[in-house]
């Protein structure tokens, strides 16, 4: 019998488990093969914990190579470029190809900046780790020279609300560490909704407008950001607000190579999929994550969602490779969301239910990283910073 394979393209929140998973329970005759843009993935959920100096880079990042290596499963760092569904390969930018029995994308979304320009002047949240040097060397310079400066994120869901909270609260720790005044920096953020955290119940909105006023941040409701360049931004309403940084951390979409594998995608550009989280044009292509749109299912792009994921993807993953029937995938309409506030404390939100404070941060802390223990190998090699 010739071995089949199953192609992993993307090292995101539901491949993790995948692998863990092959690893775990070995399907005979098939190779399993990762292909990742970046050694070290970062889990979304600890991310601004990780700005905000809680934790170090290694807290909060999974050693893809030694995962993939403890499950025994082949691990090839590669930017993937294209998919040829008639030939069965994944390409990569390097101009490899891979054949696949199964292929499944778990790939993240790309930052969308549209004609605003801040693909040159902004700084965007994700890929993480081109934001990680930035962010790295802002603290730098702040630390370095403590001048007045106005930093701008763009974006009011919970990615941008965290961040820019985590922001303020580490870099006006390290201002008060050296004895210089914290005041100097302004923070502030755009949101094109009339409220920001807008998937939220209303007791979670005024929660965090009211932080937003007692740390002097300065939000900017109902005002979309349709230029940004060197000294700033501009709103719809042809203002110009003066910014040192942009960050940006909004509008997302699908990357832009998937427009040329034939596969049917929304109109963000995300691949369109059915329960069983094929696409539904091609039922050898699999998709979770944020790069996936559940036809029948819409869901927020959180990790969350991507996490959850996890276990329906590889059982269906396996179930199509033993050519079982697949089962369909019900992801929730509600979950708890831990909304974090930059100084260990967090605020829980479901539904129309709200809490807040430090027990809720810890409880997250609890959960998050024994989320990480699961994918943490023996031979980690994650850098520890
Ligand atoms: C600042 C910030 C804070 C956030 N906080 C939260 C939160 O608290 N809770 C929450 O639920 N969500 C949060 N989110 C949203 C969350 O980050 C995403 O929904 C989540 O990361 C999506 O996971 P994923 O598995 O789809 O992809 P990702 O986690 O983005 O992983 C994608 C993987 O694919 C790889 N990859 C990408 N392109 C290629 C390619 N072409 N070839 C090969 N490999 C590739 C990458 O290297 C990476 O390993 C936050 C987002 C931001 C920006």
Redesign the pocket.
């Known amino acids: 019998m010739t071995a089949r394979h199953l192609l992993l393209?993307?090292?995101?929140?539901?491949?993790v488990e995948v692998v863990r998973r092959f690893g775990h329970r070995p399907l005979p005759g098939t190779t399993v093969t990762l292909?990742?843009?970046?050694r070290f993935?970062?889990?979304?959920?600890?991310?601004?914990g990780y700005?905000a100096g809680h934790y170090r880079y290694r807290d909060v990042h999974i050693d893809?190579q030694a995962l993939a290596a403890t499950a025994g499963i082949d691990f090839v760092r590669?930017?993937?470029?294209g998919l040829d569904r008639d030939a069965g390969t994944v390409v990569?930018?390097s101009g490899a190809a891979y054949p696949y029995d199964a292929v499944s994308l778990?790939?993240?979304?790309?930052p969308d900046p549209g004609e605003t320009g801040a693909d040159r002047h902004a700084v965007a949240?994700?890929?993480?780790?081109g934001?990680d040097a930035r962010w790295r060397a802002l603290l730098e310079r702040v630390c370095a020279d403590p001048t007045p400066r106005r930093i701008a994120v763009v974006g009011g869901?919970?990615?941008?609300v965290?961040?820019v909270l985590a922001m303020q609260h580490r870099l006006t720790g390290e201002l008060r560490a050296r004895d210089a005044d914290p005041s100097v920096l302004r923070f502030a953020l755009y949101t094109r909704g009339t409220t920001l955290l807008p998937t939220h119940n209303p007791r979670v909105q005024r929660r965090f407008r009211r932080l937003f006023a007692r740390r002097a941040i300065d939000l900017q409701c109902g005002q979309a950001v349709t230029g940004v360049d060197a000294h700033g931004l501009t709103t719809a309403d042809g203002r110009h607000h003066r910014a040192d940084e942009v960050i940006w951390?909004t509008r997302a979409r699908g990357?832009d190579?998937l427009a040329n594998t034939g596969l049917a995608l929304d109109a963000q550009g995300f691949v369109r999929v059915s329960d069983t989280l094929q696409s539904v044009t091609d039922a050898r292509v699999f998709a979770?994550?944020?790069?996936?749109s559940m036809d029948n299912q819409p869901r927020?792009?959180?990790?969350?969602?991507?996490?959850r994921q996890g276990p329906p993807l590889a059982r269906n993953l396996r179930r199509f490779l033993r050519h079982q029937p697949l089962r369909p995938h019900h992801p929730q309409r509600h979950w708890l969301?831990?909304?974090?506030t930059g100084d260990r404390h967090a605020v829980a939100s479901r539904g129309a239910f709200s809490t807040g404070g430090r027990l809720i941060w810890h409880a997250k802390d609890w959960i998050d990283r024994r989320f990480m223990r699961r994918y943490r190998p023996a031979r980690d090699a994650t850098p520890g910073v």
């Open positions: 393209v993307g090292g995101g929140h539901s491949h292909l990742s843009r970046d993935t970062p889990y979304s959920g600890m991310l601004p700005i893809l590669a930017s993937v470029s990569t930018a778990d790939i993240g979304s790309t949240a994700k890929p993480i780790d934001f869901g919970a990615g941008g965290e961040l951390v990357a190579w979770a994550g944020d790069i996936a927020a792009k959180a990790g969350v969602i991507a996490v969301a831990l909304v974090t």
